[in-house]
């Protein structure tokens, strides 16, 4: 069993940055697909970004060059910093892990609030 814990949420301004932390119970952090998954009011959930146990990082065509999910397998951590803020970008976000071969995102976090003032 996987618990995710996020962290970093909050309000900004738009054009600001917020870094949101991912911190995961478990000692196979290592081995797990993760990813953070946003949704906005009155809209579906969306994957935001993916860091595979290795691999190449994606990004979400709207995000791609603004947001960088990285991760910390030592601290059993995974983060997205998000730069250039729009109020698009306001949303829900969601720590999400699923392990090797699985299709579908098997955990998930409580989510935290990011909120992006015009």
């Known amino acids: 069993q996987v618990q995710l814990v996020e962290s970093g949420g909050g309000l900004v301004q738009a054009g600001g940055s917020l870094r949101l932390s991912c911190a995961a119970s478990g000692s196979f952090f290592s081995f797990l697909h993760m990813a953070w998954h946003r949704q906005a009011p009155g809209k579906q959930r969306e994957l935001v970004a993916a860091?595979?146990?290795?691999?190449?990082?994606d990004y979400a065509a709207s995000v791609k060059g603004r947001f960088t999910i990285s991760r910390d397998n030592a601290k059993n951590t995974v983060y997205l910093q998000m730069n250039s803020l729009k109020p698009k970008d306001t949303a829900v976000y969601y720590c999400?892990?699923?392990?090797?071969?699985?299709?579908?995102?098997?955990?998930w976090g409580q989510g935290t609030q990011v909120t992006v003032s015009s």
């Open positions: 860091i595979p146990m290795i691999g190449s990082t």
């Open positions: 999400t892990a699923k392990q090797p071969g699985s299709l579908e995102y098997d955990y």
